[in-house]
Structure formats: C-alpha cells, structure tokens
C-alpha cells in the first residue's frame, strides 16, 4: 500500500486542483534583474498543503519565502518550462495548463491556459514554439490517449490527437506514463505498468512506443529484457535525448519509486540515431557501479544529474519512500557514476529524501546545477553543484516544504 507521502506526490499529482487564494492574477517584486528565478513550492500544516509559485533574485543567499509573495496555488502541481514561460499542469475538476510569465514591469502573470478533457501527465517543450501535454487515461481497456499541441506565446490548443493504448498494454494492466522524446519525425514514448492494486507484474521487459511525428500515428513497440521498464512511477524522467541523436531509456527498477517487484538490474539502455530498436552493443548496468536511479535530469554532453538509492537491498518497507538519496553525476557515454560531495563534506552529508511521483526540481544554468534538499530537521536548502568537480555548496534556504520546480526566466 502506497505511504502518506508517495500518495500526496505521486497521485495527488496527477489529480490536483489548479486554483489560486488570491484575487488577482499576479504579484509584483520591486527588485527587478534581467533575469530571474521562479520556485515552485509546497507549504504543508495540519495535514494541509497550499503550493506557491515564488520569484527570486538568488539562489545562494539569503531566504526565499512564500509568504507575502507569488502566486497562491491550491493542490500539488507539476512544473515544465518553455522559453521563459513556466507551465503548471492542473487536474480534476480543472483540467487546465496555465503559463507563468513575467512582464516588463517584473509582474508574474497567469499569461494564459489550455483546457484539456482530463488532468495532463506531462508537457514538454518540442520546438521553438509550441509544447506537447499527454493525457494517458486512468484504465486502459483499450482507450486512448490524448496529445495536445499548445502554443507557448498564447497558450492555445492548436491540434489534438488521440491514440489507442492498446498496443501499450501488456497483459491486462494499464500503462503509466515515464517519459517522452521526439527525434524528427518520430515520437518516442515510455511506459511502466500497474494493475488496479498498484503492483507492477511486468518488471521483466522495457517498453518503448514508436510514433510519427507530429501526426503521432502508431508505428511499434520496441522492447528490451536486459531491464525492466523505463523511468518509474510519475517521475517523467525516463527518456532523454543527447546531442548525437541518440535516445536512452532510464531504467530505475527501484522498489523505492514504486516498483511492487524489481526483477532487473536498473540502468541505461540506448536508441541510436535513426534506429527504432535497443542498441544490443550498449548497456550500462548501474547496479553494478552505484545503486538504482531514482530521478535523472539531462546535463549535455553525455552528463546527467542523478540521485540514487542508497539502500543496499530494498524490500517492500521501503516502496513509495523515495528515500536515502545521493546525488550523482552519471556519464553514459563512458559509464561512469561520480558521486557529489558536499565543499569541505562528504557524499553522505548530502543524502536525503525525495519529493516521490512529482517533476524533478532541477535547474541547469551552465556547468551549475541547483538542486533543493530537505534535511532531517525539516529544512530545505538550495545546493549549487559544480558538474565538472561535483561539489556542492549550500545556498539560499527555502522556507517550505518542498521545492516542486526550479526555473530561470527572462
């Protein structure tokens, strides 16, 4: 049975109410720069939690606090950026994506909303001017999936297509959603399986489905036994695509993000440019070098941001806990794991607990990353990791719960 906190993070996620406590639209920061950094946030009382979305001018120093600032939101929300517009992904009774932006005056504005028919799994941006949501619905029984094209300056639904999920269904359970890349005129899409119990019978094979693009028409199913599925429950984290054209598939097999059964080594398989099948000659097992992957965010250059499970064997007192995390830089290119150690510290000093089936709050500026970190004690903390050393300094503390997304905007 899933916990307390894997249930408000990962399903809450998927069904939450998008609305705001204030009257208005936006709110103004008097202190203006060229650029600025927006953090989502959770503030969690009494069993209660209310999600902001706050601005920032540092993440290093100082405090950033919710309270008298940003734009007040009610439900857990899922963030995605594209250009310099940040896309909260709403559900329920509003099945909606609002964009976030700031105008010329610093103002962060709802600038904008797509109405879908049911709560969005995730969005993505495509191209320079449009992002691509996906609906999966809750039971496959042969029903189909929904894909919206949404422009990001107006924030309008310019196509929307559906597709059987037939295909994705392997025995009688459903597919959940992990992950999405097009690569010209292909759509790769990843997915896990659940039945009605949340148990993963089907921990043996990964699945990837092949579309046109951007008709998204169904083309095949590619599969892989050397892991089981890709990504790992709401974690839209399992496919990235590098600057060589190639596609990798994350595979957690992590029993602490959600797997009933982990049958597989967890790791990386590969997608070559212009092929439409698992590269034989590639797989990097990262059991054997660090641990299961809970979360990954692609770095460029064959780098990826990582946190990884430091239990040595899980078992299922341990499902749903995303929990005992190190951060990691892995290199897929040469299949290597770098731990991150804390300036003047330790690995182990950085180990922590994860936010469960939400986005991955990670910003990538450069060779820095910035990633938040709730300690034991409650508090959260902004860490700025250098890629190239992989150490990590402490920075700004946020006065919240947890850090639901991190952005920078013009």
């Known amino acids: 049975m899933m916990s307390n906190q894997f249930l408000k993070a990962g399903v809450a996620a998927s069904f939450a109410v998008f609305a705001f406590a204030c009257s208005t639209d936006s709110t103004t920061n008097p202190s203006i720069g060229t650029a600025s950094y927006i953090v989502g946030v959770g503030v969690t009382s009494n069993g209660a939690t ?3 979305a706050v601005k920032a001018q540092d ?62 799994d995730d969005i993505q941006q495509v191209d320079n001017d449009q992002m691509l949501a996906v609906e999966y619905p809750s039971k496959a029984n042969g029903n189909n999936a929904r894909w919206y ?16 999920l037939a295909p994705l269904v392997a025995g009688s359970d459903n597919p959940v959603y992990s992950g999405m890349v097009v690569r010209g005129s292909q759509l790769f899409v990843s997915n896990l399986h659940f039945d009605a119990s949340f148990n993963t019978n089907h921990t043996d094979t990964n699945y990837v489905a092949v579309y046109t693009y951007p008709e998204i ?38 029993i602490s993000n959600g797997y009933s059964k982990s049958t597989k080594p967890g790791g990386f398989l590969r997608i070559k440019n212009g092929e439409t099948a698992f590269d034989q000659s590639y797989f990097f097992n990262t059991d054997k070098l660090g641990g299961k992957i809970s979360h990954i965010k692609y770095l460029g250059n064959g780098l990826v941001f990582a946190t990884i499970s430091t239990i040595a064997t899980q078992t299922a007192a341990d499902r749903w806990g995303d929990k005992s995390l190190k951060v ?40 820095k990353v910035y990633y938040p970190i709730t300690g034991a004690d409650g508090s959260t903390f902004i860490y700025q990791i250098d890629v190239p050393t992989a150490i990590a300094k402490k920075g700004a503390e946020v006065q919240a719960s947890f850090v639901g997304g991190l952005f920078k905007v013009q």
């Open 50 to 52: 209310t999600n902001y």
């Open 59 to 120: 993440l290093m120093t100082g405090k950033i606090s919710p309270v008298g600032t940003g734009l007040t939101l009610a439900g857990y929300r899922d963030f995605s950026q594209g250009n310099n517009t940040i896309f909260a992904i709403g559900g329920f009774e509003q099945a909606n994506v609002n964009g976030i932006t700031q105008d010329a005056s610093g103002q962060l504005t709802i600038s904008g909303v797509a109405t879908f028919d049911r709560a969005a």
């Open 149 to 164: 094209f949404v422009n990001i300056n107006s924030k309008a639904i310019t196509k929307n297509l559906s597709t059987p």
């Open 217 to 254: 028409k169904f083309e095949k199913l590619i599969t892989d036994t050397r892991t089981g599925p890709t990504g790992a429950w709401q974690t839209k984290n399992g496919l990235f695509k590098a600057e060589t054209g190639d596609i990798y598939s994350m595979s957690s097999s992590n």
């Open 328 to 367: 990691a830089i892995i290199d897929v290119y040469n299949q290597k794991i770098t731990d991150v150690k804390l300036d003047g510290g330790t690995t182990a000093s950085l180990i922590h607990n994860g936010n469960g089936g939400r986005s991955f709050p990670v910003l990538v500026d450069g060779s």
